[in-house]
């Protein structure tokens, strides 16, 4: 079995930054791409980054300057530090991770239950 734990969420004043962390643990063999998405109410579910294991990263538009993502392999745990944030930020924050289990051939898509952000005006 494999859970995903995110922690970091909470409300900030718009210009304020919060960081985010997630956390894998389980039978894991390996961990490839790691990512965060968000879900705004009534909003569909979206790409905010994703970081593959070698470090390369990639950002939504509208996050790119403000937002990085980082992880440490070691610790099975990616991070996504938010600065310059903005009302339009609010959102429960997701995390995915594709993993390779222990005994299985192919990797799966994992995610986290969500963590709360919500920036104030």
């Known amino acids: 079995q494999v859970q995903l734990v995110e922690s970091g969420g909470g409300l900030v004043q718009a210009g304020g930054s919060l960081r985010l962390s997630c956390v894998a643990s389980g039978s894991i063999f390996s961990i490839n791409n790691m990512g965060w998405y968000r879900q705004a109410p009534g909003k569909q579910r979206e790409l905010v980054a994703t970081?593959?294991?070698?470090?390369?990263?990639n950002y939504a538009d509208f996050v790119k300057g403000r937002f990085t993502i980082s992880r440490d392999n070691a610790k099975n745990t990616v991070y996504l530090q938010m600065n310059s944030l903005k009302p339009e930020d609010t959102a429960v924050y997701y995390c995915?991770?594709?993993?390779?289990?222990?005994?299985?051939?192919?990797?799966?898509?994992?995610w986290g239950q969500g963590t709360q952000v919500t920036v104030s005006s």
């Open positions: 995915n991770s594709r993993i390779v289990r222990i005994g299985w051939a192919l990797s799966g898509d994992y």
């Open positions: 970081i593959t294991s070698g470090g390369s990263t």
